[in-house]
C-alpha cells in the first residue's frame, strides 16, 4: 500500500493523527531516534520509539540501510532541526541491513568509494540531491521546448552513420564471434550482419533531427549518445545523454540567443525547485574547497554562481578575436600553457577555453565562425571561405557545455565538403536530399546533459551525476 512521502509528512501540519511510513534508516541513535529517509527529499524524518516496549531483538535490527514500516502518531517536535516528529505506535522491519557487511555507514565516503559502490550510493545524501536535481533539469529540457513549440523526436540509437565524422564508433552486431564471414577484401562481412550492413551506436541524433527540423519546423532530441573516444578526463562518458534542437530558418545568430534562453532556463527551474538540494551542495562544495590551495578555490558559492549565469549575457565572442586574447595573454607569454598559442587555426584546447572563460571574460562565452578544418562537414561556410558558422558555448569549471552550428543548406557545397572530409556522398544521399528538395537556412546545437548537471549541481566528477557511468575500462552495474 503507498503510504505518504515523508516530503508531504514534513510540510504536513501536526496534529497528532495517525501516519504510517515505509522508508530506510539512515541512523539510529541513543536507542530512541530513527532518521528516516525514503528519497522523497533531503530531510529526513525523526521517528521516535520507546525502547522498553519494543524488545532487544528488533531494536538490534534498526540498523542503517534497514527498512522499516513505522505506524506513529505525527507530533510537534520539542527537540531542535525538525519541526514534527513521529512518535511510533508500531514498526516492523521490511528489509533488514545487517550492520555487519552494509557499505554504507552513517559517515563521509570518498566519491571514488562510493564509484564502486555504484548500485548503493543513490542511498547517500550526495547523490541523492544529485539524482533529484538531475530529473528537475530533465524535466526542465521537456518543458522548455515544449513551451517553444519544440517538437520532441526520437531518433534512431542504432546507425549506420557517423555524424560527427569522428569515427569514434562502438559497433554493433549479431555476427558470430567464431567464425566471422570474410568478404573479398578479407574484412568481416557486414552483409551478412543483422541489418545487411556496417551499424554502429549513435554519436549524435543531429542528421536525423536535420530531416525532422525539414518537416516540423522545430525538434529537439534527448537521447543516449555513444563514443568510444579513449578520454578519461572529469567531463566526458562514453554513454551520455545530450539534446539536439534543429530549427528550421533559423540562422547562427537565433542558435545563440536560443542556447542562452535554453540554459537558462534550466538552471532557473532547478534553482526554483530543488533549493534545499542546492543549499545541501553548496555547502558540500565549499568545504571541499576549502582543502584546496587559496589561489585555486572557487571565488563564488554554488547559489551564488548560478545566479550569477541568470543574471549575466553570455559574452560573445569570434574565434579570431579569442585567438588575440589567448596570444597576449600572460599564460601564453610566460609559457604556461602547456599548447601555446601561436598560429590562427589551431584547434582550442580545454586550458585555453578555460582562460577565456574562468580568467579573461569571467562568464559563459560564445566562440563563434572557427576554421572550417578543425570543425564537422555539415556546418555552413563563411563568404571568407575559411571560416564556418560554427558555436561553443564555454561555461565555467566545464569548458564546452554546448556545440552547434548553421548548418550547410548548400547542396553543391556540401558535397564539396563531405569530400573534402572523406566522407562517401552516396552513403549520406538521404541527408543530401533535405538540400535537394525545399532546402532552406537552419541551425541547431546539441547540449551534453550530464555537463549541464554538473555545472548546477557543483559536482567535479562527470560520473557522479549519472547513475551508472561508462567510461573507458568500466560498464559495470
Ligand atoms: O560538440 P559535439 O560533438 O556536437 C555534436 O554532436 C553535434 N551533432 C551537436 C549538434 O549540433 N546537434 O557534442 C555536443 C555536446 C558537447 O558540447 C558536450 O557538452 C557533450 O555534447 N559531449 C559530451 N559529454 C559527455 N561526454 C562526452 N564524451 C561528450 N562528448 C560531447
Ligand atoms: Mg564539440
Known amino acids: 500500500m503507498p503510504t505518504p ?51 532487544e531483538d528488533l531494536l538490534k535490527r534498526i540498523t542503517t540501510g534497514a527498512c522499516l514500516r513505522v505506524d506513529g502518531k505525527l507530533v510537534e517536535s520539542k527537540g531542535s532541526g525538525q519541526l514534527v516528529e513521529l512518535h ?38 550526495t547523490m541523492a540531491a544529485v539524482m533529484r536535481i538531475r530529473h528537475a533539469a530533465s524535466f526542465a529540457v521537456h518543458e522548455f521546448f515544449n513551451k517553444e513549440g519544440f ?11 557517423d555524424a ?34 556496417k551499424t554502429n551506436l549513435t554519436v549524435s541524433g543531429q542528421l536525423e533531427g536535420e530531416l525532422g527540423a525539414m518537416a516540423l519546423g522545430k525538434i529537439y532530441t534527448f537521447g543516449p549518445t555513444f563514443r568510444a573516444e579513449n578520454s578519461n578526463t572529469t567531463r566526458h562518458l562514453s554513454e551520455f545523454w545530450m539534446i539536439e534542437p534543429e530549427v528550421a530558418f533559423a540562422d547562427l545568430e537565433d542558435n545563440m540567443e536560443l542556447s542562452e534562453a535554453f540554459s537558462k532556463h534550466i538552471i532557473a ?20 574547497e576549502q582543502l584546496k590551495p587559496q589561489a585555486q578555490r572557487a571565488t563564488m558559492g554554488l547559489v551564488e554562481k548560478l545566479q550569477f549565469v541568470l543574471d549575466n549575457p553570455f559574452v560573445r565572442c569570434s574565434y579570431t578575436e579569442a ?4 596570444k597576449r595573454s600572460k599564460p601564453n607569454k610566460k609559457g604556461k600553457f602547456k599548447y601555446p598559442v601561436e598560429d590562427w587555426g589551431m584547434d582550442l584546447q580545454s586550458e585555453h577555453e578555460r582562460f577565456l572563460v574562468e580568467k579573461h571574460f569571467k562568464s559563459p562565452v560564445i566562440l563563434f565562425d572557427y576554421p572550417a578544418s578543425i570543425k564537422a562537414f555539415y556546418m555552413r561556410m563563411n563568404e571568407d571561405g575559411k571560416t564556418v558558422r560554427a558555436m ?35 552513403h549520406l544521399d538521404w541527408y543530401l536530399d533535405t538540400r535537394k528538395f525545399g532546402t532552406c537556412v537552419h541551425s541547431g546545437f546539441g547540449m551534453g546533459f550530464e555537463r549541464m548537471v554538473q555545472f548546477v549541481t557543483g559536482m567535479g566528477n562527470i560520473r557522479d551525476v549519472i547513475p551508472f557511468p561508462r567510461t573507458p575500462g568500466n560498464a559495470a552495474f
Not at 508500531?90 to 565516503?109: C, E, V
Request: charged share 30%; aromatic share 6%; net charge negative.
Open 323 to 326: 585567438i588575440e586574447v589567448l
Open 269 to 288: 527551474a532547478v534553482m526554483d525547485r530543488c533549493k534545499a538540494d542546492l543549499e545541501f551542495l553548496d555547502e558540500r562544495m565549499q568545504k571541499e
Open 88 to 125: 511510533v505506535t508500531d514498526l516492523s522491519i521490511l528489509g533488514d541491513a545487517s550492520a555487519d557487511d552494509y557499505p554504507l555507514q552513517p559517515k563521509k565516503h570518498s566519491m571514488e568509494f562510493l564509484r564502486e559502490k555504484a548500485h548503493l550510493r543513490m542511498r547517500t545524501n
Open 151 to 161: 517538437y520532441h523526436l526520437h531518433t534512431p540509437i542504432i546507425t549506420s552513420s
Open 392 to 426: 561553443d558555448v564555454l561555461f565555467p569549471g566545464i569548458g564546452e557545455m554546448i556545440g552547434g552550428s548553421q548548418r550547410e543548406e548548400r547542396h553543391d557545397v556540401l558535397v564539396e565538403k563531405m569530400e573534402a572530409a572523406g566522407i562517401d556522398p552516396a
Open 164 to 197: 560527427e565524422g569522428a569515427g569514434e564508433l562502438f559497433r554493433v552486431t549479431t555476427l558470430p564471434e567464431k567464425a566471422i564471414p570474410i568478404n573479398e577484401e578479407g574484412k568481416a562481412d557486414y552483409d551478412q550482419d543483422f541489418f545487411g550492413q
Open 5 to 55: 512521502r515523508i516530503d508531504q509528512i514534513l510540510t504536513t501540519r501536526p496534529q497528532g493523527q495517525a501516519i504510517q511510513v515505509q522508508a530506510w534508516v539512515r541512523t539510529f541513535r541513543s536507542k530512541r531516534f530513527i532518521a528516516l529517509n525514503d528519497g522523497s527529499c533531503l530531510a529526513n524524518l525523526q521517528a521516535v520509539v520507546d525502547f522498553e516496549s519494543m524488545g
